[in-house]
């Protein structure tokens, strides 16, 4: 193996995926090790392969199914009505220095309130049904896909615009050609943020009053003690939010290629 | 030059603005007392709460886990962020599964925590340290890894010992996005706190804004939340003053 290595017949990024593979898969059996073994206690932790095969089972499972898509239609929903309103808000004050002065700091203002506060409001006003999810939803969407927006514009070199003006650019022309296209690398950044956040927003909302939604069995299973389901069930939000993420960085990686030249 | 672009001239006029519409509705009646109460009423209550001990006992509450959480995060975030962020082929295997992990939102693993920890403050520490954790180890990771190679290179031909790199070369050059992580961590475990207890709970503010939820008595539900916001704004505004210190 050592001298494998040396020679580089494994590259270095590799042994590292493949640590990382064995790491997990590691901790996976130590879990299994100690919940057969009772050293933890079962009523708690599910051993691994019960929960794979409680998968397994939801997978069949009509209404678990549906209570997915269901959380998945309000994460999308939320997300596009976060997104756009934040996107062309976000250009558009930052492309004026002024506006820029006058209006950041009151976007800053209203992100630091810890929005979780205003979760019973979301309530109040939209119900206990799918339209809360996407309304707080959308307001986790909203700020961080606007920061990256105002932060992208304005990091645009003055002398590109400049250039492109005295080169007879006209106004939509500079937009189109100069501006979006760098703003575009922050801008996805605060995309995968802003999809992060509304998953995050639904999941509080269905976590903290739902009738339907996969929030909702994640709060029936845990008052039941249905340890094995609980768990099947957060390994697989969780693991659809890695899988979300890394998409988005890939798109991320993609679309910033050509600047890095 | 400087009172034109005064940062606080559209903050206190944005503040006044949706002041001036929340009275203004609310006093002509257009909106549902339940919704939106009056702003007089919602002032009124606030004064009130602000007068009675328990509501301090609850802010006590909300800021004893917190600061028990944090206090978990910044030891266990700072050591493995130093050991993972130190040696690079510890990075490349553990940073990507942190990262994926800051991805996930955290809240649904927050069943577990009631699950193993009860509903009292345990469960609360428990999900908000992890929380801030991740945040802390990942920036430090971060920072470690922006100390430039050359630096390295530099002490170590120098003769720097073991302890110099650490204590003089490293530790100083990852302080500022170290830092970073560790500001974000304290006002994400205020919110995580708030967000367990608002799950469930039996102390906190994020109790009291449940109850008064559940209960409708919207008008306790905004002065809580009022009182969640202000104590966001000091801590933010704290936070600001005492790193543009330690930095300038």
């Not at chain 1, 009151?106 to 999810?133: A, D, E, M, Q, R």
């Not at chain 1, 339907?212 to 003690?225: E, H």
């Not at chain 2, 990262?99 to 009292?120: K, Q, R």
Request: with cysteine.
């Amino acid at each position: 193996m050592r001298t494998m290595l040396g020679k580089g017949i494994i590259p270095w990024r590799k042994t590292a995926t493949i640590s990382r593979a064995v790491v997990i898969i590691l901790f996976i059996l130590w879990l299994e090790f100690m919940v057969q073994r009772e050293y933890l206690d079962p009523l708690f932790v599910a051993p691994p392969s019960e929960i794979f095969r409680m998968m397994l089972v939801q997978f069949t499972n009509q209404n678990i199914l549906q209570a997915y898509g269901i959380t998945a239609i309000e994460v999308i929903l939320g997300f596009l009505i976060g997104a756009i309103p934040a996107i062309l808000l976000g250009i558009s004050i930052g492309v004026s220095r002024y506006l820029d002065k006058a209006f950041t700091p009151i976007v800053l203002l209203v992100y630091s309130i810890p929005k979780i506060t205003l979760l019973p409001l979301f309530i109040l006003f939209f119900g206990i049904y799918i339209n809360s999810k996407i309304a707080f939803g959308a307001a986790h969407a909203f700020f961080p896909i606007i920061l990256s927006a105002i932060g992208g514009t304005k990091t645009v070199d003055a002398s590109l615009i400049t250039a492109a003006v005295s080169m007879g650019a006209t106004r939509s022309q500079v937009f189109r050609s100069v501006i979006i296209p760098h703003t575009i690398y922050p801008l996805i950044t605060g995309l995968r943020l802003g999809m992060n956040f509304a998953l995050l927003g639904v999941l509080l909302a269905e976590l903290f009053v739902s009738r339907q939604g996969i929030g909702y069995y994640v709060r029936v299973y845990t008052s039941g003690f249905e340890t094995a389901e609980l768990y099947a069930v957060v390994v697989v939000i969780a693991l659809i939010a890695i899988f979300l993420n890394e998409v988005m960085r890939a798109v991320e990686k993609r679309l910033s290629r050509w600047q890095t030249g | 030059m400087r009172s034109r672009y005064d940062p606080r001239i559209p903050q206190i006029g944005a503040i006044l603005f949706i002041l001036l519409i929340w009275y203004g509705t609310t006093g002509l009646g257009w909106v549902h007392p339940l919704l939106l109460p009056k702003t007089t009423l919602v002032i009124r209550k606030l004064v009130e709460l602000l007068q009675v001990p328990e509501t301090y006992f609850h802010i006590g509450v909300t800021l004893f886990e917190m600061t028990v959480a944090y206090s978990i995060s910044v030891f266990l975030g700072v050591g493995v962020g130093f050991i993972v962020g130190t040696y690079r082929y510890l990075t490349d295997v553990f940073e990507p599964i942190l990262l994926a992990m800051y991805a996930v939102p955290l809240i649904i693993f927050y069943p577990l925590a009631i699950l193993f920890f009860g509903f009292e403050s345990g469960s609360k520490i428990a999900y908000s340290a992890v929380s801030g954790f991740l945040i802390i180890a990942i920036y430090t990771i971060m920072g470690i890894k922006s100390v430039s190679k050359q630096l390295i290179a530099v002490s170590m031909s120098m003769g720097a010992s073991q302890r110099d790199m650490l204590f003089k070369v490293l530790l100083p050059a990852a302080w500022p996005i170290a830092l970073m992580g560790f500001r974000l961590a304290v006002i994400i475990c205020f919110i995580s706190v708030v967000a367990g207890e608002m799950m469930a709970a039996t102390a906190g503010l994020g109790f009291k804004i449940g109850q008064s939820s559940e209960g409708f008595r919207t008008a306790d539900l905004y002065a809580y939340v009022l009182i969640i916001v202000i104590i966001a704004f000091i801590i933010n505004w704290a936070l600001r003053r005492s790193t543009t210190a330690e930095v300038v």
